[in-house]
């Protein structure tokens, strides 16, 4: 079958399109390594997925991933014999990015199960970049508490070096992990990176080129050390609808707990929860997108383009 290439007038497009039934193929007769409760076990709260999307969408895309660990794994071990060098094994890092509540985490948790049921790639690590925010208590000291998820707000040279050490073969390194429900990074615990073969990298800013206070280009990007990226994408309108129908559905649940940062917001009516789930959108989640994170979209080596339904209605595929 033969993808369609998207292209304006002007400029030959970068990417060849895969609608889903040309996608949906090249994982036919493929086995789903997991099961409907797998599933919703899984999935995002408010993300709607059912297992023939998931045998629609991720399962091609696993296979598509498999097969670029497989190839790059020759590549190294042939240049190391080249250089007459050690063929310690390196992690794979897999990038995943696109706004709040579009549905990263649902992509990253899918794509570390439907990988490490690959017999190349058993060992499949997930982080997301959320720990390496700064703690509330610094993000209000320096007036961006209301900034969360702005490319400032992150200690990037931190996750550099995490991605760095990672990528250097190096076993056992550490990365903060994020609680959403106390709505700050968590003192004393860290999750442990010991050299997966995969590690899939989620959050709204990796493929962020970041700037220096000096106003320099900085010399390495944490893109660099990624072998594959993917951008989950979709209409604004929607993430807002999805972000709204998200923190409408915690209202009752996560916020009832009286430890949740959110509790305040528990007891809300519907009209007061969605304006202030919108007011939050607009002021924060909304901007990030427009200015931070949509930008970053063509440096992506697959988009998924999602539509209102949270269905994936096509596929890109970098191509140049
Ligand atoms: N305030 C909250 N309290 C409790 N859980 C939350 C809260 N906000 C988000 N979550 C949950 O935390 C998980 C990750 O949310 P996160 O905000 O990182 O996702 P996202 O980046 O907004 O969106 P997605 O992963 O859908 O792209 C989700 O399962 C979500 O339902
Ligand atoms: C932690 C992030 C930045 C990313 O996951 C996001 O979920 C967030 O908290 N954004 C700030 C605005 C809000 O509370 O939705």
Same mark, same amino acid.
């Given at each position: 079958?033969?993808?369609?290439?998207? !292209?304006?007038?002007?400029?030959?497009? @970068?990417?060849?399109?895969?609608?889903?039934?040309?996608?949906?193929?090249?994982?036919?007769?493929?086995?789903?390594?997991? %099961?409907?409760?797998?599933?919703?076990?899984?999935?995002?709260?408010?993300?709607?997925?059912?297992?023939?999307?998931?045998?629609?969408?991720?399962? @091609?895309?696993?296979?598509?991933?498999?097969?670029?660990?497989?190839?790059?794994?020759? #590549?190294?071990?042939?240049?190391?014999?080249?250089?007459?060098?050690?063929?310690?094994?390196?992690?794979?890092?897999?990038?995943?990015?696109?706004?709040?509540?579009?549905?990263?985490?649902?992509?990253?948790?899918?794509?570390?199960?439907?990988?490490?049921?690959?017999? %190349?790639? @058993?060992?499949?690590?997930?982080?997301?970049?959320? /720990?390496?925010? =700064? @703690?509330?208590?610094?993000?209000?000291?320096?007036?961006?508490?209301?900034?969360?998820?702005?490319?400032?707000?992150? %200690?990037?040279?931190?996750?550099?070096?995490?991605?760095?050490?990672?990528?250097? /073969?190096?076993?056992?390194?550490?990365?903060?992990?994020?609680?959403?429900? !106390?709505?700050?990074?968590?003192?004393?615990?860290?999750?442990?990176?010991?050299?997966?073969?995969?590690?899939?990298?989620?959050?709204?800013?990796?493929?962020?080129?970041?700037?220096?206070?000096?106003?320099?280009?900085?010399?390495? $990007?944490?893109?660099? $050390?990624? %072998? $594959?990226?993917?951008?989950?994408?979709?209409?604004?309108?929607?993430?807002?609808?999805?972000?709204?129908?998200? $923190?409408?559905? #915690?209202?009752?649940?996560?916020?009832?707990?009286?430890?949740? =940062?959110?509790?305040?917001?528990?007891?809300?009516?519907?009209?007061?929860?969605?304006?202030?789930?919108?007011?939050?959108?607009?002021?924060?989640?909304?901007?990030?997108?427009?200015?931070?994170?949509?930008?970053?979209? !063509?440096?992506?080596?697959?988009?998924?383009?999602?539509?209102?339904?949270?269905?994936?209605?096509?596929?890109?595929?970098?191509?140049?």
């Amino acid at each position: 079958m033969v993808a369609v290439t998207v !292209s304006t007038r002007s400029h030959p497009s @970068p990417y060849a399109a895969f609608d889903r039934a040309q996608w949906r193929a090249l994982a036919d007769g493929q086995e789903l390594p997991l %099961d409907a409760e797998e599933l919703a076990r899984l999935a995002t709260l408010g993300d709607r997925i059912d297992l023939d999307e998931v045998r629609t969408v991720y399962l @091609p895309l696993a296979r598509l991933l498999a097969l670029q660990v497989t190839a790059s794994r020759r #590549l190294w071990t042939a240049q190391s014999e080249f250089l007459g060098t050690s063929t310690a094994k390196v992690p794979y890092v897999i990038a995943v990015a696109g706004s709040v509540a579009v549905g990263k985490s649902t992509t990253a948790r899918l794509l570390q199960v439907l990988l490490a049921a690959q017999p %190349d790639t @058993p060992r499949v690590d997930l982080v997301t970049t959320d /720990g390496f925010l =700064y @703690p509330n208590a610094t993000l209000e000291a320096r007036g961006q508490l209301g900034r969360k998820g702005f490319p400032e707000t992150y %200690d990037r040279r931190a996750l550099l070096r995490f991605l760095a050490d990672v990528k250097s /073969g190096r076993g056992s390194v550490s990365a903060p992990l994020y609680s959403h429900q !106390s709505y700050d990074v968590v003192p004393d615990r860290a999750q442990v990176v010991d050299g997966p073969d995969v590690l899939v990298l989620e959050g709204l800013n990796v493929l962020q080129a970041g700037s220096r206070a000096d106003g320099r280009v900085p010399e390495v $990007f944490l893109s660099d $050390f990624f %072998d $594959f990226s993917v951008y989950v994408d979709a209409g604004e309108a929607d993430v807002e609808q999805w972000y709204v129908e998200r $923190f409408l559905a #915690l209202r009752r649940t996560a916020f009832q707990d009286s430890g949740a =940062y959110f509790h305040r917001f528990a007891d809300l009516t519907d009209d007061e929860a969605v304006g202030t789930a919108r007011g939050i959108w607009a002021a924060v989640n909304g901007p990030n997108l427009r200015h931070n994170i949509a930008p970053t979209r !063509s440096r992506a080596r697959l988009v998924l383009q999602k539509a209102a339904d949270h269905s994936v209605r096509r596929v890109l595929l970098r191509k140049l």
